[in-house]
């Protein structure tokens, strides 16, 4: 089989990548987007069409969730035109094309977790181009949608990351503690991905680690994971003020991953652990 992941450098393309090496594939196009830039269409087409791939994963997104209320342009350019110009060269091939989205296409004001048929409402436009990114790729048919959230992985910027920089300075540190989500890492997250684009499934799902907390919760357990005495206070999201509105429920149901007979990702706290001593290993390199 051909698999082409755009997105390589972020950090699902990455592990996508190196799960298919693992996996024994070899035949991957992974261009970066110097050398695919997904919002031309011309190019886009080209590429598709001359390595004819079987699967496309398509990781590729503008994700700067605050910069996108002042580069609308651009956010709509890369997660819109790029999702449609991608799965028409798709369609050209009969390619499935995996379209990663995301938990903020919902507004966050469910009680309860979000069901895949769950009406969406972004309250940000990061989300509304990623809706409109999933109603362009719902249009044909051999598609699958994975909205996930929370992501953590070794190649990029990230939530894990960005508090163990803070560490080296700072011994107090306020976090949101009213919005609720499940962490996902990368590497757990791209075994799944490749599962599923070896099977017969269609459709929306929902993938993230196992578990639920808040960005507080998730701070605290990467501090005690990595051993670090670090103050950190609940703060509410109305007294941490961004300029992109965020969902204060971002949990995700995961029903539909039995009913396919797909498997559930570990435990977020698990995910942690091993991510950080991933870590801790390139750092010693």
């Known amino acids: 089989m051909k698999f082409l992941i755009t997105g390589v450098n972020g950090q699902l393309g990455h592990d996508v990548k190196e799960e298919l090496m693992e996996s024994g594939y070899s035949d991957i196009l992974a261009p970066t987007s110097a050398e695919m830039d997904i919002t031309k269409k011309e190019q886009v087409e080209e590429i598709v069409l001359d390595y004819q791939p079987d699967v496309i994963f398509h990781c590729a997104a503008y994700t700067a969730v605050d910069q ?3 580069e609308k342009e651009k956010c709509y350019d890369i ?14 091939v009969q390619a499935k094309i995996i379209y990663i989205s995301t938990d903020y296409v919902f507004d966050g004001t469910k009680d309860e977790g979000y069901d895949v048929d769950d009406e969406t409402h ?19 048919q051999n598609h699958i949608i994975v909205r996930i959230s929370w992501v953590f992985g070794i190649n990029g910027k990230n939530f894990v990351k960005t508090m163990l920089r803070l560490a080296e300075t700072k011994s107090e540190l306020s976090v949101v503690s009213d919005q609720i989500g499940s962490p996902t890492y990368t590497k757990d997250l791209s075994k799944l991905l490749v599962d599923m684009s070896l099977s017969d499934i269609r459709g929306t799902y929902h993938a993230t680690n196992e578990g639920y907390c808040s960005w507080y919760d998730f701070a605290k357990t990467i501090f005690e994971v990595n051993h670090i005495d670090m103050k950190v206070c609940p703060i509410l999201t109305k007294d941490y003020k961004t300029k992109a509105k965020r969902p204060l429920n971002s949990r995700l149901n995961k029903d539909c991953l039995d009913v396919d007979n797909l498997y559930r990702l570990p435990d977020w706290k698990d995910a ?8 801790k290993k390139e750092e010693k390199r």
């Open 122 to 140: 972004p309250v940000n436009y990061y989300g509304e181009t990623k809706y409109l990114g999933e109603e362009i790729v719902k249009k044909y």
């Open 79 to 92: 997660n819109v035109n790029g999702t449609k110009y991608l799965t028409d060269a798709a369609s050209l």
């Open 272 to 279: 942690v652990e091993r991510y950080c001593k991933v870590l």
């Open 68 to 70: 996108a209320e002042d």
